[in-house]
């Protein structure tokens, strides 16, 4: 199981960095992590919304066609990986930030940053709250849903430094 989620979270970042790649940006980092991944890419915020949203869409388009791929092939443990990759898209298109669904909202309206950063803290505690109730089977989406609210807790104490940080460098 773990081979198969890991192995997903591999192709899920792949995806962000072939379309990194095909609009010309240079990525700087990638890391991937038992409950995700993350990709830094030099400049991201200066790209036009095009070419942040290509990137940003780029791993949940090669989620879909892992998953449209184990609807038509059939091999062993199919069943988990098309479970694993609706698992992933459906996450990754939650409109919470970090996630892509948060990314393509903060690119599309890149004014409301501070209001996205509330309302992800405020979603991603009640669906961890939500989740212990459903203790211990629920314990997957209760630690996912911990570390985005950590996350957006740590956006929301250096929001002032970033919006700061976007001025400078959008006028530089």
Not at 68 to 79: G, H
Request: charged share 15%; with cysteine; proline share 4%.
């Amino acid at each position: 199981m773990y081979a198969i989620v890991f192995g997903s979270l591999i192709i899920h970042e792949l995806g962000h960095l072939v379309a990194a790649k095909a609009v010309g940006g240079r990525v700087t980092s990638c890391t991937i992590l038992p409950y995700g991944g993350e990709i830094k890419i030099e400049q991201f915020g200066k790209w036009g919304k095009r070419e942040q949203l290509i990137v940003i869409l780029g791993g949940p388009f090669f989620t879909l066609v892992v998953l449209l791929v184990s609807k038509v092939v059939d091999f062993p443990q199919v069943e988990l990986l098309t479970y694993t990759q609706l698992v992933i898209l459906c996450l990754n298109l939650l409109p919470i930030y970090p996630l892509d669904g948060g990314r393509v909202i903060n690119s599309l309206f890149p004014n409301f940053y501070i209001e996205l950063i509330s309302f992800s803290l405020l979603i991603s505690l009640l669906i961890f709250y939500t989740s212990l109730y459903y203790f211990p089977k629920g314990l997957f989406v209760s630690l996912i849903f911990l570390f985005i609210a950590l996350q957006n807790l740590s956006f929301w104490r250096f929001r002032r430094y970033k919006l700061a940080f976007d001025r400078i460098t959008k006028n530089a």
